[in-house]
């Protein structure tokens, strides 16, 4: 059974930075691609950002672009966000997301496993 449980969610105001966390649990971690959803209240989860297995591949949606940065430390089964001039539209939940390969980690119909997410609210 594979857990993964964020960490690192909360109120920041326009501008300021957050750094989201996810470990792994249950199974090999560094083989798997990893990555980050949202889910802003009243819209439909998106695609955030993932990397590869390797950490040497990143993909970002085109709204956290130059923003967000996504890493990975496999020997702590972690994945990092680090999220820099936040704006009152990155608020959501965001879901940390584990797939077989960087191409369906990235379509939500295709991960293998989710967290339960973690609360990031950006006030103007």
């Known amino acids: 059974q594979v857990e993964l449980v964020e960490s690192g969610g909360g109120l920041v105001q326009a501008g300021g930075s957050l750094r989201l966390s996810c470990v792994a649990s249950?199974?090999?971690?560094?083989?798997?691609?990893m990555g980050w959803f949202r889910q802003a209240p009243g819209k439909e989860r998106e695609f955030v950002t993932a990397?590869?297995?390797?950490?040497?591949?990143?993909y970002y949606a085109d709204s956290v672009k130059g923003r967000f940065t996504i890493s990975r430390d496999n020997a702590k089964n972690t994945v990092y966000l680090q999220m820099n001039n936040l704006k009152p539209e990155d608020t959501a939940v965001y879901y940390c997301?584990?797939?077989?390969?960087?191409?369906?980690?990235?379509?939500?119909?295709?991960?293998?496993?989710w967290g339960k997410g973690t609360l990031v609210t950006v006030s103007s």
């Open positions: 997301a584990e797939g077989r390969n960087i191409w369906s980690v990235r379509i939500s119909s295709e991960v293998a496993y």
């Open positions: 249950g199974r090999t971690f560094s083989t798997d691609a």
């Open positions: 990397i590869t297995w390797t950490g040497l591949n990143t």
